[in-house]
Nanobody, 125 residues
Framework: QLQLVESGGGLVQAGVSLRLDCAAS????????MGWFRQAPGKERREFVA????????YYADSVKGRFTISRDNGKNTVYLQMNSLKPEDTAVYYC??????????????????WGQGTQVTVSS
């Protein structure tokens, strides 16, 4: 049981950087794998963006590899998504999610147990 709240979204121009924060409420944050997903306008489902395991190993979608960096601070119960060189195609509602350790890495949102409410990122051309 992990409560997640995203923040840091906004309206920016292409090429700009933005950092999303996901604050977690819970005493076992370090025992969760954490991920970021996004849902673009008009799309019916959320797509995988990035994930960071409890061990620190990271995974990225091909579309953001080299531009986005996921990180976590277990002392602050926070996971971050640093987004550089933003493109209009990055426009979406971004969600953070968590799943308890024991599960393997997954790009499927259905495999994650805890979700935030999302934060809007809009990138203009």
């Amino acid at each position: 049981q992990l409560q997640l709240v995203e923040s840091g979204g906004g309206l920016v121009q292409a090429g700009v950087s933005l950092r999303l924060d996901c604050a977690a409420s819970g005493r076992t944050f370090s025992r969760y794998h954490m991920g970021w997903f996004r849902q673009a306008p008009g799309k019916e489902r959320r797509e995988f963006v990035a994930a960071i395991m409890w061990s620190g190993i990271k995974y990225y979608a091909d579309s953001v590899k080299g531009r986005f960096t996921i990180s976590r601070d277990n002392g602050k119960n926070t996971v971050y998504l640093q987004m550089n060189s933003l493109k209009p195609e990055d426009t979406a509602v971004y969600y953070c999610a968590g799943v308890r350790t024991g599960a393997g890495f997954s790009r499927q949102g259905d495999d994650y147990d805890c979700w935030g409410q999302g934060t809007q990122v809009t990138v203009s051309s």
